[in-house]
């Protein structure tokens, strides 16, 4: 079993910046891909960046240019940078992780989420 943690969700004003971080911990041989969705009030839960063990990042078009996602392999933790953030970015964040565990099999887990709120 595994499991993620998400913290750094906060309450900020239009334009201004947080970090995110998700810490993986448990059965893990490895991490694949780890990445970052979001679910807003009333929406579906949508895809917001990924990045893969190599390093490579895609990023959603609607958070292109103001977030970066990074991760830490030793650490076993993936970061969201959110830089002049919008009203619309108002939402649940949630990260997952493609994990290969010890036996080689391979699970994508879940954290519980963390509000991230912008508001003046």
């Known amino acids: 079993q595994v499991q993620l943690v998400e913290s750094g969700g906060d309450l900020v004003q239009p334009g201004g910046s947080l970090r995110l971080s998700c810490a993986a911990s448990g059965n893990i041989f490895s991490i694949n891909a780890m990445g970052w969705y979001r679910q807003a009030p009333g929406k579906e839960r949508e895809w917001v960046a990924t990045i893969t063990s190599g390093g490579p990042a895609n990023y959603a078009d609607s958070v292109k240019d103001r977030f970066i996602i990074s991760r830490d392999n030793i650490k076993n933790t993936v970061y969201l940078q959110m830089d002049s953030l919008k009203r619309e970015d108002t939402a649940v964040y949630y990260c997952?992780?493609?994990?290969?565990?010890?036996?080689?099999?391979?699970?994508?887990?879940w954290g519980k989420g963390t509000l991230v709120t912008v508001s003046s």
């Open positions: 997952n992780a493609d994990v290969t565990h010890i036996s080689r099999s391979r699970t994508t887990y």
